[in-house]
């Protein structure tokens, strides 16, 4: 079933890379892109998204913040949290909000692996 992905992160080279080995997997999906947390917020209602891979150090707002806000307004959306930074408070506080935790670097397995998350 086609979908439409929100990819956030500050960096536009990780956001084309995770919608470069997305769509080598899933065709059909359709991508809409944030670079933080106040963008992806505007982006999450108007572009109602089904999905969503979330970085974690973004300037202003990190992902953690951004996802409790995201949960909070819509609890069905399935999303997945990429850091470089793994923390053991990160890990009990993403699956307290429900998010999937996948390691950067943003990697064709990494990027499996947070397919796997959606697909759960």
């Known amino acids: 079933m086609a979908k ?3 990819i956030v992160d500050d960096s536009t080279t990780s956001r084309l890379m995770i919608r470069t080995y997305v769509r ?6 359709a991508f809409v892109e944030a670079a933080g947390g106040t963008e992806a917020m505007a982006a999450v209602f108007k572009e109602r998204v089904d999905v969503a891979s979330i970085d974690y150090n973004m300037p202003g707002m990190d ?19 990429f850091t470089a930074n793994i923390q053991r408070h990160l890990t009990t506080e ?7 935790l996948v390691i950067k670097p943003v990697t ?6 947070m397919l796997r998350h959606f697909d759960a």
């Open 4 to 6: 439409r992905m929100l």
């Open 24 to 29: 080598r997997v899933r065709p059909d999906w």
């Open 63 to 81: 992902g953690l913040t951004l996802a409790r806000r995201i949960r909070a307004q819509l609890p069905e959306l399935r999303m997945v949290i």
């Open 94 to 100: 993403s699956a307290e909000v429900g998010a999937g």
């Open 108 to 113: 064709e397995g990494s990027v499996a692996t």
